[in-house]
């Protein structure tokens, strides 16, 4: 039998004898499989640390939170169901004072919401956060706001951030753009300054995903390598900068 991981486990007092222990589950769609893993997460840790043991999911999409929140039938007379966190339960944080105060659900609401009403605002509020996060978070965290946002809101965000001077939160964007400029300069050519800033922008979203893979704990094969530098699809290299943050192996990263 396969071995059962969650995201993440979370023990909440003493960590010998806790009070509670929370499990988190990043939902992106409905899965089958996890109607039977996410009720064992919670008796084994029930198990494990004899104490109450939580499954909170968090799905980004209000489809996948509803089938979430549908009871599992254990047995004829059993039932459970997890804590599901879904777009309707968390804030649009649009003020940046607000923000600031609580940063992370600032991210967690750009999200949740970047494609929906107030999209660019929320966006734009976390943003203005990020460098205030640790050092080795805050890359992580401007990818997954970045992945989130559709085509408009990016090409609007590209007009008024200024990534060159964003360095100490922000080097993979940064250096794309650098590596962009220096190849069309040497083109000498506004086509090869678009050629270069295009393969630039391509080289950072890999070292961002290599960089979200190592934080992890996901460690790419010489196939999944072969493939993350073949890939020079800027659309499609967000995405697996996206998938990384939340699934479970690199095989789900790379998935078609």
Not at 28 to 39: E, F, I, T
Not at 103 to 131: D, F, N, T, W
Not at 215 to 243: M, S, Y
Request: charged share 25%; glycine share 6%.
């Amino acid at each position: 039998m396969p071995e059962l991981r969650a995201d993440l486990v979370v023990a909440f007092g003493n960590q010998e004898s806790p009070d509670v222990v929370l499990i988190a589950e990043i939902q992106l769609r409905q899965d089958a499989d996890k109607r039977y893993s996410m009720p064992f997460y919670a008796m084994s840790a029930r198990s494990r640390y004899r104490c109450p043991a939580i499954v909170v999911v968090i799905a980004i999409d209000e489809a996948v939170a509803a089938w979430a929140r549908q009871p599992v039938q254990l047995d004829p007379y059993n039932a459970w169901r997890p804590l599901v966190i879904g777009p309707s339960q968390v804030p649009r944080v649009t003020d940046v004072a607000e923000a600031r105060a609580r940063p992370y659900l600032a991210v967690l609401s750009a999200r949740m919401h970047a494609k929906g009403h107030q999209g660019l605002a929320i966006a734009r509020a976390a943003l203005e956060v990020l460098p205030t996060l640790p050092d080795d978070r805050d890359v992580v965290y401007l990818d997954v706001i970045w992945s989130a946002l559709d085509a408009a809101a990016r090409l609007a965000l590209e007009a008024e951030v200024n990534f060159a001077n964003y360095v100490p939160t922000n080097p993979f964007y940064y250096q794309a753009l650098e590596k962009g400029l220096a190849q069309g300069r040497e083109e000498g050519r506004e086509e090869g300054l678009e050629k270069g800033l295009e393969a630039g922008r391509g080289e950072g979203e890999r070292d961002a995903l290599r960089v979200i893979l190592r934080t992890r704990g996901l460690t790419p094969t010489a196939h999944h390598e072969a493939r993350i530098g073949a890939c020079n699809d800027v659309a499609i290299l967000r995405e697996w900068v996206a998938r990384a943050v939340t699934v479970a192996s690199v095989d789900d990263v790379l998935a078609d």
